[in-house]
Every structure is written in structure tokens, then in C-alpha cells.
């Protein structure tokens, strides 16, 4: 499918650039124009990564002061002629879809989301809903997305070897 390639993130739980964030920065998202960072950043530091790079982020749960300060808890987006919501999410898994679902009331094509650390790409009541999983190396199997915006969506998780965390 033709379009545009977005890089999408969530859950880093960095302080700042790691060798790994940067080497997916330098491979995966090197043509994407496009980053959305899902929020628990930690640290504003970590987007630097991205210079040259139109780059849209939210805060979460587990960011500080001076991320909450600078990034807003939800954002929609208008790009490539899709609605983009961006959240990180909040509370227990069990409900997370219905809750962030409830915070889009004017309309979205599509969900990104963040904090269960669980990957899905799927439709839920006409909404793709996005979730990277986690790029941390807390996180059992680090993941991150891709979306592509063109004749339609599509989104694609992808596992990252991080070996050297282990």
C-alpha cells in the first residue's frame, strides 16, 4: 500500500537517548517523516533523537513534570486526510479500549495508544486502535509500530531484539 510511513512509539521509560532508541531512529524510522510518541517518555530528552522530524507526543502516567508540562495528556491529529487520536491510557487493562474510545467523541479513523505494554492493531466500533506495546528494556518484548496512511490505514508491530539489554 501506497503512502504515508509514520514511526510510532510508546512506553520508553528512558531518561534519555539510548543506543537503541537511536539505532531505531537510524533504521526503522529513518524515512518516516512522521514520528508519534504514545506518552511514558519519562524524560522530554528522549525525542531528541527525532531532529528533522515532525514529531507529536502526549504525556503519561509515568512522565515528569516536564514532559506533563510540555505535552498534553491527548492530542487528534489531522494527517494525510485521516483523524489520528493520540493518548497513552490510563488505569487496569481489563476496560483500556473502552475508556480511551470514550475520550475521542468527535471522531477519529484511528487510536494510538500506550500503558498496557500489550501490541494490538485491530477495529473496534468502526476505530483502528493502535497499541506499540513497549520499547523499554523493561519490557519483556520490546515493540514499536509502524502506520502507513494512503488509500487506507494499515499498522504493523514489530519486535525488537534487544539482546544487549538482556
Not at 122 to 141: D, E, K, T
Request: net charge negative; glycine share 12%; proline share 7%.
Amino acid at each position: 500500500m501506497e503512502g504515508l510511513e509514520i514511526g510510532v512509539l510508546s512506553d520508553t521509560h528512558l531518561s534519555g537517548v539510548s543506543p537503541e532508541l537511536r539505532e531505531l531512529a537510524e533504521t526503522y524510522f529513518l524515512d518516516c517523516p512522521v514520528i508519534l510518541h504514545a506518552g511514558d517518555l519519562v524524560e522530554p530528552e528522549v525525542l531528541e533523537v527525532f531532529q528533522g522530524k515532525e514529531v507529536y507526543a502526549v504525556s503519561g502516567n509515568m512522565d515528569s513534570p516536564r514532559v506533563r508540562a510540555s505535552y498534553p495528556p491527548k492530542r487528534v491529529l489531522e494527517i494525510a486526510g485521516y483523524r489520528l487520536g493520540l493518548v497513552h491510557g490510563w488505569g487496569g487493562r481489563g476496560d483500556l479500549e473502552e475508556r480511551i474510545l470514550s475520550l475521542f467523541p468527535e471522531g477519529v479513523d484511528i487510536i494510538i495508544y500506550g500503558h498496557s505494554h500489550v501490541p494490538v492493531f485491530h477495529r473496534r466500533q468502526g476505530i483502528y486502535l493502535f497499541n506499540l506495546g513497549s520499547f523499554s528494556p523493561l519490557a519483556r518484548r520490546p515493540s514499536f509500530g509502524l502506520l502507513r496512511l494512503g488509500e487506507g490505514i494499515d499498522g504493523r508491530i514489530i519486535y525488537f531484539p534487544f539482546e544487549s539489554w538482556r
